[in-house]
């Protein structure tokens, strides 16, 4: 049986939306938006990413096995780390200034 997923936005819930990325102060968001309500977040950061610096490279661990990594030094440290998911930002500091 075939299955088919609808993205909604986290807005106002029109289907097909797309996920984006995007992140301030080294924390992470992603929104699931329409393209009309991308459209608004896009122009109203663009006063700010026209002026801005673009990192290439993730600053952090991605998700080629990295992240693996930063489990197993956080528990084997005795941090809280979840099995899943996003790395706590206290956790990924930590490791980053260990390495």
């Given at each position: 049986?075939?299955?088919?997923?609808?993205?909604?936005?986290?807005?106002?819930?029109?289907?097909?939306?797309?996920?984006?990325?995007?992140?301030?102060?080294?924390?992470?968001?992603e929104i699931d938006l329409a393209k009309h309500n991308a459209d608004k977040l896009?122009?109203?950061?663009?006063?700010?990413?026209?002026?801005?610096?673009?990192?290439?490279?993730?600053?952090?661990?991605?998700?080629?096995?990295?992240t693996r990594s930063v489990r197993e030094w956080a528990i084997a440290n005795g941090?809280?780390?979840?099995?899943?998911?996003?790395?706590?930002?206290?956790?990924?500091?930590?490791?980053?200034?260990?390495?």
């Open positions: 049986m075939a299955k088919k997923t609808i993205i909604v936005d986290d807005l106002d819930g029109t289907e097909n939306a797309s996920t984006i990325h995007f992140s301030v102060d080294r924390d992470e968001y896009r122009e109203a950061l663009a006063p700010f990413t026209k002026k801005a610096t673009r990192v290439s490279g993730p600053k952090r661990p991605s998700r080629n096995g990295q941090l809280k780390v979840p099995a899943r998911g996003k790395i706590p930002n206290a956790v990924q500091e930590a490791y980053d200034k260990a390495h």
